[in-house]
Structures are given as structure tokens and as C-alpha cells.
């Protein structure tokens, strides 16, 4: 596997995205794959910052520890670090495409997943509102794109 850096990208890059980071970066672990694995966001709102605390809680519940994580923004020399610009939504993939980034996937394009966007838990209301639905698409998504990246099928 030659091809092994990984960039979720989302907006504010405080909710999906290092979700996304944070289980890519357990399976890596658990299976040794020898990835490198980052997030960023197409924004600057949030720069510096810790996770929203839903996907700090959600992550937490499954053994994942992404409190530590701090929010960047997307930067024009990760066009040639990264292999893989994965997107959580069009809109994101829009924004990176305008800054030059070419081959950007979307996270739902794995795991056959209907709806092709992550729905922004930034917008729920309530821990109740669907951030769990949120994990469990993000978790297959990653799970299936890492298992594609590492039998060299994407
Ligand atoms: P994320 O969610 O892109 O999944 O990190 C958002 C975070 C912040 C904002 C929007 C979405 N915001 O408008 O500040």
C-alpha cells in the first residue's frame, strides 16, 4: 500500500470530521495498517478549538477519544500531502475543488449509503437528535474505505 495519507474535511471541522479522524485512527491502530490520518475544515470558524461536545460524548461511548483533537482549516499545501480528500458533504467537496484539490470522495459514497451526505450534527438540537445515526454512518463509511484503500480497490 503505498498510497497512505487520509484528510477528512468538513466545515467547521468540530463535528463530523474528526469523528471521522477518530475512528480511522482506532482501526488503524487496532489493525496496523500504517496509515496517516488527519481533518481539517474548509472554514477558519473554529480554528483551535476542541470538538463540539456531542461528538465528544458519542465518540467517548465507543471507546474513542477525540478530546484532544483542535480544529484547523484546510490548507493549500495539503493539495500534495494527503492521497485521499475525503468530504462529509457536496458542499465540502465544492469548497475543496474551488481551492484546487482534485479527486475528492465523498465519506458516503462508501458503505451504499443512500443519502450521500453526513448530516451536520452541528444543526441538532438535542444529543438525541441524531448524532448516533451520525457515528453509525460515519463508522461504516470509515470502515469500508479503509478496508478499500488497504486491499488497493480505491
Ligand atoms: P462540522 O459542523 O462541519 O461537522 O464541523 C459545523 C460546525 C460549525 C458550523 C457549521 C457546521 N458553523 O456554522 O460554525
Known amino acids: 500500500m503505498s498510497k497512505k495519507n487520509i484528510l477528512f474535511v468538513c ?3 468540530i463535528c463530523r470530521s474528526p ?6 485512527k482506532t482501526i488503524n491502530q487496532k489493525q496496523d495498517l500504517g496509515l496517516i490520518i488527519d481533518s481539517a475544515g474548509t ?7 476542541i470538538p463540539c461536545e456531542d461528538s465528544i460524548r458519542i465518540a467517548k461511548m465507543h471507546g474513542i477519544d477525540i478530546s ?16 485521499y480528500v475525503i468530504a462529509m458533504d457536496k458542499s465540502n467537496k465544492e469548497n ?4 484546487g484539490f482534485t479527486d475528492v470522495y465523498l465519506l ?10 453526513v448530516p451536520d450534527p452541528y444543526f441538532f438540537e438535542t444529543f438525541d437528535d441524531g448524532i448516533k445515526s451520525v457515528y453509525i454512518m460515519i463508522e461504516q463509511c470509515v470502515k469500508d474505505l479503509l478496508k478499500r484503500i488497504n486491499n488497493g480497490s480505491v
Do not use: P
Open 108 to 117: 458516503g459514497e462508501f458503505a451504499n449509503y443512500d443519502c450521500k451526505d
Open 11 to 13: 466545515l467547521g471541522n
Open 96 to 99: 475543496l475543488e474551488k481551492m
Open 68 to 83: 484532544k483533537f483542535r480544529a484547523r482549516q484546510v490548507q493549500m499545501k495539503d493539495r500534495t500531502i494527503f492521497d
Open 19 to 24: 469523528l471521522a479522524e477518530g475512528v480511522a
Open 43 to 49: 472554514s477558519a470558524w473554529h480554528e483551535g478549538e
